[in-house]
């Protein structure tokens, strides 16, 4: 593997064997997928890529909006992918945001006007589960003002009904979703809804899961790379419906959901390619229908 570092500190890293500078990299690439610090991603738009003119995908920590914005558009494929074609510089969304996209937008395309609202409560992780140096305190922090609302609004309309708070956890396994949608009228029966994602891309419908380490603790066992389901889990025994109301929860794979949304988004920018080619291309490497199945088969419901 080739391994690059900032010019400035190449007397550094004399003594290791290194590729060369970053910036020489830059010059032999046709992309960047920036996983900077939240922040930084803005600064290296400006310093390094457009003196480049290199496009770049930017990821969950930097921002579409204020003077500071890394693009104008923030890319979730079930939502705009063709939005995304050719284009120069884009937001990837954060877990989280990528995770309420999938979930979202079925249920629009589903319901449309007969949906009112939508209350979304985030219990977050604290650290990745190779973040081993990252303590966990103990403690439930509140998140002021959440950015994930209006993330998710920049592609689900910004006048959507939508109000998500937020609290982090400790705990490394993955964060959890709480959503209640309300319908004109009454609700549709939990089946109705879950329905609707048997046949979706990057959610599975697990029954007996107890918890977020059953689904992480399984993943290990099904023989892919990085233990990673790259998506969502619907926790289907807890989804319920009560007059206009329905509550459902679902598990995000925080360390493994953006990562195929990168990469269809990579194959929209430098390669103008359809929904489908990209799609097609971006299974052949994650096999998210294999990985769905398998989750699906051993939490399914029990007779």
């Known amino acids: 593997m080739n391994v690059y570092v900032p010019e400035k500190k190449l007397d550094e890293f004399k003594d290791f064997k ?5 910036e020489s990299a830059l010059d032999q690439s ?8 939240g922040g930084h991603g803005y600064k290296n738009k400006k310093n390094l890529y457009e003196p480049r ?3 770049a995908i930017y990821q969950g920590g930097e921002s579409t909006m204020g003077d500071e914005a890394v693009s104008d558009l923030l890319f979730n494929s079930r939502a705009n992918y063709d939005l995304a074609l050719g284009k120069q510089h884009v937001m990837q969304g954060s877990c989280n945001v990528t995770g309420m996209g999938r979930i979202l937008e079925p ?7 007969n949906l009112v609202r939508f209350d979304v409560t985030l219990v977050r992780r604290w650290a990745d589960i190779e973040q081993t140096d ?16 209006d993330d998710v609004k920049t592609y689900f309309g910004k006048d959507a009904p939508l109000f998500v708070r937020a609290i982090k956890v400790p705990t490394r396994q993955m964060h959890l979703h709480i959503m209640d949608i309300r319908f004109k009228g ?3 029966k939990p089946s109705e809804i879950h329905d609707i994602f048997t046949n979706e891309f990057g959610v599975a419908i697990l029954w007996t899961a107890k918890g977020t380490k059953d689904v992480r603790d399984y993943a290990q066992n099904m023989g892919f790379n990085f233990t990673d389901t790259n998506m969502i889990h619907i926790h289907a025994n807890m989804t ?8 459902m929860m679902y598990s995000d794979d925080q360390t ?15 390669f103008d390619r359809s929904y489908e080619d990209a799609f097609e291309h971006t299974e052949s490497i994650f096999h998210m229908k294999e990985k769905k199945q398998k989750l699906q088969e051993h939490f399914a419901k029990k007779d």
């Not at 990252?134 to 609302?149: A, F, S, W």
């Open 30 to 37: 046709d992309l960047v997928i920036d996983a900077a610090p």
């Open 107 to 113: 249920l629009r395309d589903k319901f449309g006007d």
């Open 240 to 247: 319920t419906s009560i007059g206009d109301t329905t509550q």
């Open 256 to 270: 493994g959901i953006v990562i195929p949304e990168n990469h269809m988004l990579m194959q929209a920018m430098l």
């Open 53 to 55: 003119n290199l496009p």
């Open 134 to 149: 990252k303590k966990l305190t103990d403690t439930i922090e509140m998140t002021e003002k959440p950015h994930h609302g």
């Open 18 to 22: 290194i590729s060369g500078s970053i």
């Open 186 to 188: 009454t609700a549709p």
